[in-house]
């Protein structure tokens, strides 16, 4: 059964810092991992997808990288801003049968980016 | 385009009582999926329709919840005799049949609370 984990849970930093957020997973059978962002009160918009074939992907500030071996994946957010502060959610969709429909979820990580 | 919607956005309901949850998908997404968020944690997975047949049904926690998808466009998520642990924000998402990325898009959640 997948497993997802997201280290740190909650993190609090100042504008302008860069960042890391870590998220790990137990079966390296993937097809894809994708990070989300979710506002309070909001549904999940998605921030980068990686495909398991790939290493990593940029979206403007924003850099995921994928080592599927280890069962890692890193979202580093670069010059970060006070709008940026949201839960990020990581993500993993399971390669074969019918489980290409089922996401796998880490609990997500708070972040708080104070001006 | 117009994106995922659900209907409705925030629902109470006594304990007991039958719910129906709506989601409507982006035009042409054959793909559609069901999950459950409670507060703190990541989403999980309840149903995955392909088409209008549930190619998974797995997360479904027990038989008072039910999935409809009967023209293949709309689903209904209905959930019976509801229990306040049933008290959640359901999240819907759809796909793209043939897009490599299977990336699934998510509509902003109905809010159920079960007094």
């Known amino acids: 059964k997948q497993e997802v984990t997201q280290i740190p849970a909650a993190l609090s930093v100042p504008e302008g810092e860069n960042l890391v957020l870590n998220c790990s997973f137990t079966?390296?059978?993937?097809?894809?991992l994708q990070w989300f962002r979710q506002d309070p009160g909001k549904g999940l918009t998605s921030l980068l997808l990686?495909?398991?074939?790939?290493r990593e992907q940029t979206s403007g500030r924003l850099n995921a990288s994928l080592d599927k071996s280890s069962g890692r994946s890193t979202l580093y957010i670069a010059a970060s801003q006070p709008g940026d502060s949201a839960t990020y959610l990581c993500?993993?969709?399971?390669?074969?049968?019918?489980?290409?429909?089922?996401?796998?979820f880490g609990q997500g990580t708070i972040l708080t980016v104070h001006p | 385009g117009a994106g995922v919607s659900q209907t409705p956005s925030n629902k109470v309901t006594e304990k007991g009582k039958y719910v129906e949850l709506r989601c409507d998908p982006i035009?042409?997404?054959?793909?559609l999926y069901w999950y459950r968020q409670s507060l703190g944690q990541g989403p999980e997975f309840l149903i995955y329709?392909?088409?209008?047949?549930?190619?998974?049904d797995s997360g479904l926690p027990n038989d008072r919840f039910f999935a409809v998808r009967p023209e293949g466009s709309v689903s209904t998520l209905k959930i019976q005799r509801t229990e306040r642990g049933d008290s959640a924000v359901y999240l819907c998402?759809?796909?793209?049949?043939?897009?490599?990325?299977?990336?699934?898009?998510f509509g902003p959640g109905t809010r159920l609370t079960v007094t």
């Open positions: 993500a993993v969709l399971n390669a074969g049968g019918t489980s290409y429909g089922k996401l796998t």
């Open positions: 079966d390296s059978a993937i097809y894809n």
């Open positions: 990686i495909q398991s074939s790939q």
């Open positions: 998402a759809s796909s793209l049949a043939g897009d490599s990325t299977y990336e699934q898009y």
């Open positions: 035009s042409g997404h054959t793909a």
């Open positions: 329709f392909q088409g209008t047949g549930a190619a998974d």
